[in-house]
Structures are given as C-alpha cells and as structure tokens.
C-alpha cells in the first residue's frame, strides 16, 4: 500500500499549496477522499461475498456501512458553496470513520 498512500499525501500536499497560492485570486481549493462507495461494481463485488466476509468489511467501517453515492456528492457540493466560502486547503475526509484507527 505504499504507493496507494505515497498519492494520497500527495492529494493533500497539492490540494494545500495550490489553495494557498491561489488564494489571493479568490480561488479556493479543496479535495474528497471517499472510502468505499456502494456502486454497482461494488455491490457485485460485495453480493458475491459470503456473509461472513462481507460483514468482517463492512465491520472495518465505524458506521458499519460503506457510503451511497449521493453522500460523496453531497461533500463536493458542500465544498463548492458559499456554505464552505472559508474553506480551502481541506481534504474532507468522506469515508465514515474508515481510517481514524
């Protein structure tokens, strides 16, 4: 996994220095970083799981749940209102809890 996570902080390091270079110019720059999302591919993926893998998965997650797609949305949404017109430099971490132990 170190080149999964070696992209990530890479993410976060590009998503900060170009919010703060192009800050001055009124523009703000922000990052998601979803966890799994229930898409179709993954809902195959899952449905041909046994129940006990598919419940050691999903237990990895604090929510007990992967996320809907429309709750990823709803992050990126946020990020680009005038709700979030302070905010820049942010990665949002949208992965319900996944990656907090």
Do not use: C, H, Q, W
Not at 26 to 53: C, S
Not at 78 to 85: E, I, K, M, R
């Amino acid at each position: 996994n170190v080149p999964y996570s070696a992209s990530k902080a890479a993410v976060l390091g590009f998503t900060r220095k170009l919010a703060y270079e192009e800050g001055p110019n009124g523009i703000r720059v922000n990052a998601v970083a979803p966890g799994t999302v229930f898409t179709d591919r993954v809902k195959a993926r899952y449905d041909g799981l046994g129940d006990a893998e598919r419940d050691r998965l999903i237990s990895a997650y604090p929510l007990r749940r992967v996320a809907r797609p429309e709750e990823i949305a709803a992050a990126i949404l946020f990020l680009a209102s005038d709700d979030a017109s302070y905010v820049t430099g942010a990665v949002l971490d949208v992965n319900g809890g996944r990656f907090m132990g």
